[in-house]
């Protein structure tokens, strides 16, 4: 059972999500701190892959109210934790096919720990997001007409 921190609600409308992976994140206490309070945003964040390791970037986490001097920065990189053969895997994937790596949520695990879902994704294209606009609202027609029939 996973508790949604912060969640990427435009990656969704955004990409196509072809495959996700769980990851560790290297955090400060004030960041946990501000993430546990729901202080946190990953709409305009990516993944970056820096000398065989993962980077978040633009991932923003407000500064905790109650710290001290030693308050985290909000938009500094923050480094994901994964085995090196999943990081070699994902890598080959975003190089060889023009994918992209894509943060979707930040969550608590059942064990407490902080970690992130990582997506491997495909940009849609105006249409796309369209075509699939439409396609929502008429799944929602069509439950309200059956929601009507029962009633």
Request: hydrophobic residues 40%; positive net charge; glycine residues 8%.
């Amino acid at each position: 059972m996973s508790e949604d921190l912060v969640r990427n609600r435009k990656a969704l409308h955004d990409y196509h999500i072809l495959e996700t992976w769980e990851a560790g994140i290297a955090l400060l206490g004030t960041e946990v701190k501000a993430l546990r309070a729901g202080r946190g945003q990953l709409q305009d964040a990516y993944v970056d892959v820096v000398d065989g390791e993962l980077w978040l970037k633009q991932a923003h986490i407000s500064p905790y109210e109650f710290g001290t001097y030693a308050n985290h920065e909000p938009l500094r990189p923050r480094k994901l934790l994964l085995h090196k053969a999943e990081i070699a895997k994902m890598t080959s994937k975003v190089v060889r096919k023009g994918l992209t790596l894509i943060p979707l949520a930040i969550y608590l695990n059942a064990k407490g720990t902080l970690k992130v879902k990582l997506a491997l994704a495909e940009g849609k294209a105006h249409g796309d997001k369209r075509e699939a606009l439409k396609q929502r609202e008429q799944k929602r027609e069509m439950d309200r007409i059956r929601k009507g029939a029962r009633e």
